[in-house]
């Protein structure tokens, strides 16, 4: 399957700021491990000053929770230290972000749905779109119920559409 790079993310290449919202439902597994894994490469490559990331998710439910204990433990193996505190997306987010990055299709659907104009519903990108190594996945799979298996492939795949999120912006 050949992804299309969004136009909204190739419109916000090379600018001065850029903010970019994670999603997944509860903000404790996908968001805050893509935020986490985004956070790094920006640091890594000097670009803090550039880049406003955060994560938020559509349910409200773990609202000031840290990211789940198995997510944090599956990214601090691979040197991400994820410290966010789950909060619910707030309609304010369609001022305060130019991407807002889903992390399936039911998130995307939702953000859309929510979105107040046309213009912010652009915003809402699929984070998918963004990977290449893993042309069998059609969207990050919630690994909340998974095993191991699952918080391991999550992070496969954010660490893979993050870099390329992060080289299509970073012109």
Known sequence: MKREIPEVAKDLAGKDKI?????????????????????????????EKR?????AGLYGGHAG?????RMRVHAIQRGYGLIHR??????????DFDLIVSMDHSNYDRLREMAPT??????VV?????????PQCDCVPDPYYDGAEGFELVLDLLEDGCVNLLDVLAV
Do not use: T, Y
Request: with cysteine.
């Open 19 to 47: 903010g970019i919202l994670f999603v997944c439902l509860g903000n404790i597994c996908r968001s805050p491990a893509a935020e986490g894994v985004m956070r790094q490469l920006v640091e890594e490559r000097g670009l």
């Open 51 to 55: 880049f406003k990331i955060d994560s």
């Open 65 to 69: 929770d840290l990211p789940d204990h």
């Open 86 to 95: 789950s909060r619910k997306v707030r309609m304010s987010d369609f001022d």
């Open 118 to 123: 046309v213009d912010d519903e652009k915003k």
């Open 126 to 134: 699929r984070m998918i779109d963004f990977v290449k190594g893993f």
